[in-house]
Nanobody, 124 residues
Framework: QVQLVESGGGLVQAGDSLRLSCLASGGTFSNYYMGWFRQAPGKEREFLARISMSTGSTHYENSVKGRFTISRDNAKNTVFLQMNSLQPADAAVYSC?????????????????WGQGTQVTVSS
């Protein structure tokens, strides 16, 4: 069965950077679109970015464009989220996700598989 496992979260200071990883297993993901989301306490889940595992094409939410970078390593079935200039407002649980089927460009609500998330905390 498909599993997504995030890692790389932690406590950082404002202005610092973090790189999150999402390891996918239980399937072949070379033709999938993979996405990153975050959810802060009391707030709705927010789409951040997605990437085509086959072409590497990316799409970002405007709020993180230029600060966050999504990338992938197909050989390791891993998707990354590089986050720079982190601010307290970026504190949240960050999760990766994938749609149920390959070659499907998911809408923000069209993701089926989810990881458990990794906590990012940013101190001011």
């Amino acid at each position: 069965q498909v599993q997504l496992v995030e890692s790389g979260g932690g406590l950082v200071q404002a202005g610092d950077s973090l790189r999150l990883s999402c390891l996918a297993s239980g399937g072949t993901f070379s033709n999938y679109y993979m996405g990153w989301f975050r959810q802060a306490p009391g707030k709705e889940r927010e789409f951040l970015a997605r990437i085509s595992m086959s072409t590497g094409s990316t799409h970002y939410e405007n709020s993180v464009k230029g600060r966050f970078t999504i990338s992938r390593d197909n050989a390791k079935n891993t998707v990354f989220l590089q986050m720079n200039s982190l601010q307290p407002a970026d504190a949240a649980v960050y999760s990766c996700a994938a749609p149920r089927f390959p070659r499907v460009i998911p809408t923000t609500i069209g993701y089926y598989y989810w990881g458990q998330g990794t906590q990012v905390t940013v101190s001011s």
